[in-house]
């Protein structure tokens, strides 16, 4: 931009700061808090839910079809009465309360149960639509005074515990949908589980191994759900860098970029959010479409521009961080976007049209009110505003931003060449990341990835991928299954289908690679030079199945079903050990 457009942008948000400033009461409410949450929970379920009609009389059991069905049609009534809290305070004030006062109860027994219950509030609270009256927002001149009282705390009890009982009913499909049955034991509102050990244990494995996953450090790649990677490259180049973030337990200090191409140099700011620069070179310049569709909603190239946007004035120090940034809130003067936003969308635009061959039609108005609502009708993590009227400024919710982006990069789950591209794309990277590692494998073996390998003039299998490690040879599947919404909010006939796709495609690989392992050498393959081969299932998430179907390999940590990123935490793992290419 040109140094005089500069100082206009530099007047805007000196202006805005002076608008931003708190001025923080102290809290002083005489409310046990945890203690009115619980309440607020109990009175709820005890007027909405009734568990004890689905019992079967005959086996005192309540089945895991009939819990899935009873559980998700109690969803609408639970979100009806947040729907009705909410609309109390505009999303603003939500947001400034929900800063402010105590975190403690969202923790839970895994450790990703905080993030699930601090994006399921951030959902209830998106679906406000109180109008800020600027009179009182402002009644202090040109600093935002919000009191904190003891109605503001009792509401604030009541969402918490509404938003729990909500995330209840999700965890209680999840596990029914594993086909874990249920009983009512005396005094407690909600089933639970019954104890048998095969789905017990498998279901805390595929808990354990979300966790888990959840900690791993990114590599060279960004995973989503669907098996479409964002590669970590190019990460200096501003045309193809955004800023998305995450929710983060422990509030720490952390550095929020402000040059593109000196990232380290930072502003030091104290956030619950991680920040995490990624790059859309890949879904600019390495996706291929062919003669296909683009395999994403329009949602996807809107919310793009929008970050885009964003990272630009993070990037350039043009964003005022007031307190309620600490939590992802980020503003901006309504006259700088009124005059800027339009333009940079025409920018984005344009690009989209020369690299993708298409782009979105709405305009700066249209994207700011699309995106000031959520898109969604069920309230649930990824359902989100990340827009939210502030009075004179604009909000945005970065620490949401992560969230939504990847939940936009989900494939359509249409089949046929569509689908096949989606395979093969997953299937290069994991390739493409092991040929990045020391495992790589030497040209005459890297050569038979993808070819059908033959064994008595009859077709065996065809390796989707290869690796070597020591004197073995690890060929891999790659199986491109949806973790959709669907997926990830339990429905009883997604999860069932895709348990019994994977451990098919487990049972069905170990019997291919026993032939491939005991006739070592066959029509077109010679693997004499490997001590052994042994498969792997490479899948884009973490997806239940039983324990039986989670054997342990040859190699510690190394597992014949694994997600991309736990597969690709182990081939970092093994840069220690000097193996050789």
Known sequence: MSSKKNKRLEKYFKKATRQSKKRMLEIDINIDIPAEIDKSHNELAKSLLNFGKIIDESTKRISAFEANKYAQESISKIENSIIKLVNNHPKYYWKFYFTALPKEHFEGRLDTTFLFAIKMVESCISFSEKEIDETELYKNG????????????????????????????????????????????????????????????????????????????????????????????????????????????????????????????????????????????????????????????????????????????????????????????????????????????????KIQLETLGTTFTNDATEIRNKYSRPLGENIYPSNISVFFDAGKMLGFDISSSF??????????????????????????????????????????????????????????????????????????????????????????????????????????????????????????????????VIGLVVTPSVLYCNVTYRNELTFKGLYENMSSREFESWINITRDYGVNS
């Open 142 to 349: 040109n600093s935002v005074s919000l009191e904190i009282n003891e109605y503001v705390v009792k509401d604030y009890c009541k969402l918490v515990g509404y938003s729990q009982l909500l995330g209840d009913m999700y965890t209680l499909i999840r596990i029914s949908s594993k086909g874990c049955d249920f009983h009512i034991c005396e005094n407690e509102l909600m089933p639970m589980p019954i104890d048998e050990s095969a789905i017990i244990e498998s279901i805390k494995l595929f808990d354990d191994r979300n966790v888990i996953e959840s900690k791993v450090e990114n590599g060279i790649s960004m995973p989503s759900k669907s098996g479409f990677s964002l590669k970590q490259r190019h990460l200096n180049n501003i045309e193809s860098l955004v800023i998305v973030a995450n929710e983060n337990q422990s509030g720490k200090y952390e550095y929020i970029p402000k040059k593109a191409t000196k990232l380290k140099d930072t502003k030091y700011t104290k956030v619950n959010f991680n920040i995490v620069p990624i790059s859309l070179e890949t879904i600019y310049n390495e996706f291929k479409l062919g003669e296909e569709g683009l395999p994403w909603e329009i949602e996807l190239l809107e919310m793009i521009c929008i970050l885009q946007f964003i990272t630009t004035l993070i990037i350039r120090g043009w964003v005022f961080l007031p307190d309620i940034a600490e939590k992802g809130y980020l503003l901006f003067s309504k006259g700088f976007i009124d005059e800027y936003f339009q333009g940079f969308i025409e920018s984005v635009k």
């Open 403 to 532: 969230e939504f982006l990847f939940n936009k990069l989900e494939y359509t789950k249409e089949q046929g060449n569509i689908a096949n591209l989606r395979g093969y794309f997953f299937e290069k990277q994991t390739q493409e990341l092991i040929d990045n590692s020391k495992l790589k494998p030497a040209s005459n073996i890297r050569s038979l990835v993808a070819k059908t390998l033959r064994f008595k003039n009859k077709s065996v299998t065809d390796f989707d991928a290869i690796m070597v490690f020591g004197n073995s040879l690890i060929a891999i599947s790659c199986k491109s299954l949806l973790d959709n919404e669907e997926y990830d909010k339990g429905d009883y006939k997604t999860v069932r289908n895709i348990t019994s796709s994977i451990e098919k495609y487990v049972e069905d690989w170990r019997t291919k690679i026993k032939l491939i392992d005991e006739n070592k050498i066959g029509d077109n393959y010679d693997f004499s030079e490997f001590d052994e």
